[in-house]
């Protein structure tokens, strides 16, 4: 398929008209205002646009303000000080900042157009740090040191991997010395153990070789003389092994039981080296935090009285105190409990939202988290322990706009086919919308994800100015109900999940405020899987639909994705290269039903996505279009899955928002484009 970096003509009559009304409404606001801007807002080199119409600028400037919000993300404490290391955005992209008090200032320490990703300080002195960036999107993350001692500006960047492959998971040692990280260097496909000491780069050798992609370094034991590791091979299926750190030589931790779906995902040693914490479903439907004895590899439930996931748990460096965050129907809730006895520990009143980013001072007295909400865009608190005083470390920007009039999630159920009952989050817009809305059904990627309650970003826009309602399901396979519910769309099961949309389009009728006509659905990498299937098997009950770095077949994608995450994949949705799986994949895939894609389509890819290649996208564009299908594509060169750079954000919303106006917000029913026979 041949992309043109350029407007496509082919803007329908319907969309010239409603472009008119606004640009001679928005463009009177914009010259009362005394401001000389363009008509429209030209895209840049590195978008290819076709089929979209031009983007008024007074749409710019309307929507702005919702586009303006920023978060802040706790990164880590400094070993010696009371300050915290924060990634947030200013200009285009996320980047490291230093915070030296509550409420103090955002002091920016890296200065890319590209985002950066995680980083931690050197653990004794804090002397410098190591962070993760990567390049158009591709996540080949390599690794820097970061100065912060001595130079004019305090800062310097030294690359510490080999500037090729995909390099994750690093974790220093506790002297300081040593940074262990996985990497795909030596074949591009396994992920191997290397070792660096971050003042010496050229030191970097490989620790062990490892057959497969789903390999990482957890933690060090406390003496620093071996390594805890995951292998992972699914969310339903991973391991622990110890790893030592002079030899390289692995020792399973974990029961061996090819037949068992069992999963450990999280663990760190306990302080005196002999045990290890960690979270697994092992007998439990859900995530439990257990102590395993290393001499017997007895376990100890901690966890037992919570009915929910243990997601995330961080040891208090003198080992007395364990923080976790359990998932609660979607809430992060934290809670405390002694290490020793697993018994719990009050907590003081906590501000609403959902917690993340558990994050242990050295000092042991004071824990730090992320904390967001429908209200917050996601901003950095500390507990003190012993004062059970809570501080509040950022406050981050919404754009000029009162975050108080956002619409909080309500929690809704409704029953499925099999009878099943299946749960999802509905934002309703103000009240000044009377009469019966229009709805936008926002499916989750993974599959193995979760919808969580939190903040909508510019989407708020959408419930605030367009009067829609946001409905995001969490449909059989999501994360958060419990390893049953996770596997229910697995492999040949893959159809029960569309289905769960189809009852959930019947909730929608049944509701009286909401408008059934009006529907689009939309969702992105996985959750474009799910809305291009949606749009194939139930177009007669939407109005549209918009895929975001969405697979359009997953034997293609199957065939195309990175070589890294293949085989993980596979344990999701099937091995293509079994003739019976692949039969099904291709008669479910979207692309090959694209004849039954009957309403209009929006498609955003960026070229760089190792995960759902560009090729998923410019097949179903190519084959939706050949029905004679509206078809708007973007595609940003410089992005990978997903926009990432604010400028490529804000114009995919842009055109998103055009979208909606021209095909789900006009009361009368457009009739349906033909297809070709």
Known sequence: MN????????????????????????????????????????PGDNLVVEGIPPIPAALVAEVGPYTESRSAVLLDWHPCQRSILIRTRF????????????????TQLTFFREPVGDAEFEPVRGGCLVFSRDVGGGEFYQYYRHDLEGGLNGAQETLLTDGASRNTNARWSPDGRRLVYGSTRRNGRDVDLWLVEPREPKSTRLLAELDGGGWSALDWSPDGQRLLLRSYFSINKADLWLLDASTGVKTRLTPQDAAAQVAYLTGRFRRDGQAVY???????????????????????????????????????????????VSNEEGQGTLRLIEASSGRALPLPAMPAGSVSGLRWHPDSRELGFTLTSAQSPGDVYSLDLPGGRIERWTASETGGLDAKAFSSPELIRWKSFDERMISGWLYRPPARFTGKRPVVIDIHGGPESQFRPRFLGAKNYWVNELGVVLVFPNVRGSAGYGKTFLQLDNGLLREDSYRDIGSLLDWIEAQPDLDADRI?????????????????????????????????????????????????????????RDPKIREFLNRIAPNNNAHKITKPLLVVQGRNDPRVPASESEQIVATVRSGNTPVWYLLAKDEGH????????????YATVLFMRQYLLPWTKPATPSANP
């Open 91 to 106: 200009a285009e992209a996320a980047q490291l900042h230093r915070v030296l008090m509550p409420g103090g200032a955002r």
């Open 642 to 653: 997903g926009f990432r750079k604010k400028s490529n954000a804000d114009f995919q919303f």
């Open 520 to 576: 689009m659905v939309t969702g992105g990498s996985y959750g474009g899987f799910m809305t291009l299937a949606v749009a194939a098997n139930y177009a007669s009950r939407i109005r549209c639909a918009v895929d975001v770095v969405g697979l359009s077949n997953m034997v293609t994608f199957l065939e195309n994705t990175a070589d890294y995450r293949r085989d993980l994949r596979r344990a999701e949705y099937g091995d293509e």
């Open 3 to 42: 992309v043109r970096a350029t407007w496509s003509p082919l803007v329908r009559p319907a969309a010239g008209l409603i472009l008119a009304v606004a640009c001679a409404v928005f463009n009177t606001s914009i010259t009362n205002a005394g401001a000389a801007q363009a008509e429209f807002l030209a």
């Open 278 to 324: 960690a979270s697994t479903d092992r007998d439990s439907e859900f995530q439990q935090l257990v102590e395993i004895a290393l001499d017997t590899f007895e376990h100890r439930c901690l966890s037992r009285d919570i009915p929910w996931d243990v997601e995330e748990f961080g040891l208090s460096p003198d080992g007395k105190t364990i923080a976790l």
